[in-house]
T-cell receptor, first 112, second 115 residues
Framework: AQSVTQLGSHVSVSEGALVLLRCNYSSSVPPYLFWYVQYPNQGLQLLLKYTSAATLVKGINGFEAEFKKSETSFHLTKPSAHMSDAAEYFCAVMDSSYKLIFGSGTRLLVRP | ETGVTQSPTHLIKTRGQQVTLRCSSQSGHNTVSWYQQALGQGPQFIFQYYREEENGRGNFPPRFSGLQFPNYSSELNVNALELDDSALYLC??????????????FGPGTRLTVT
């Protein structure tokens, strides 16, 4: 069965610093992987997705993620954090019946 | 085009009661999925509806049921509410079942509190 582990329930960075949010997955088949962002009192918004094309995936708002099969990882990065990036971030894998399996989330705090 | 909308935004129920949550999918989307997000956790898949038929179910008891209407809007019904049902309930719509070729668009959610 597929699963997702997000390391670090909270990550704090300074404005302008590199953002790195970690995600490791478990899947017996080539995975479809997703990163979503959730702002307070809002639903989820898709940042980017990996669907077995290029291993480096670029998303919205300057985020990107690299699929590394050997490490079973799909970490999310952004070169320079902005105050508006403060939110909850969820990594997800899609299983064979097309349902999303989410990690427990990482709350990103951006210090001025 | 309008996005995914959900109603109500908040509600409070008593243990043992029944509740109905509603979701209007984005225009043209024939697939709706429902998720439960407990406080501090990631969303968990409840079930999916495709063209008015249930198309997959997560690990939730039968007292969680749903409907999809001809206009592809959807309802989530929960009977015999328990305290652990307190959560944010999210629905997501998409153009097809896979959610891979076409993005799943999430609504803002309904916050259910069971006392």
């Amino acid at each position: 069965a597929q699963s997702v582990t997000q390391l670090g329930s909270h990550v704090s960075v300074s404005e302008g610093a590199l953002v790195l949010l970690r995600c490791n997955y478990s899947s017996s088949v080539p995975p479809y992987l997703f990163w979503y962002v959730q702002y307070p009192n809002q639903g989820l918004q898709l940042l980017l997705k990996y669907t077995s094309a290029a291993t480096l995936v670029k998303g919205i708002n300057g985020f990107e993620a690299e699929f590394k099969k050997s490490e079973t990882s799909f970490h999310l990065t952004k070169p320079s954090a902005h105050m508006s990036d403060a939110a909850e971030y969820f990594c997800a894998v899609m299983d064979s019946s097309y349902k999303l399996i989410f990690g427990s989330g990482t709350r990103l705090l951006v210090r001025p | 085009e309008t996005g995914v909308t959900q109603s109500p935004t908040h509600l409070i129920k008593t243990r043992g009661q029944q509740v109905t949550l509603r979701c209007s999918s984005q225009s043209g989307h024939n697939t709706v999925s429902w998720y439960q997000q407990a406080l501090g956790q990631g969303p968990q898949f409840i079930f999916q509806y495709y063209r008015e038929e249930e198309n997959g179910r997560g690990n939730f008891p039968p007292r969680f049921s749903g409907l999809q209407f001809p206009n592809y809007s959807s309802e989530l019904n929960v009977n015999a509410l328990e305290l652990d049902d307190s959560a944010l309930y999210l629905c997501a719509s998409s153009l097809d079942r896979s959610g891979v070729m076409y993005e799943q668009y999430f609504g803002p959610g309904t916050r259910l509190t069971v006392t």
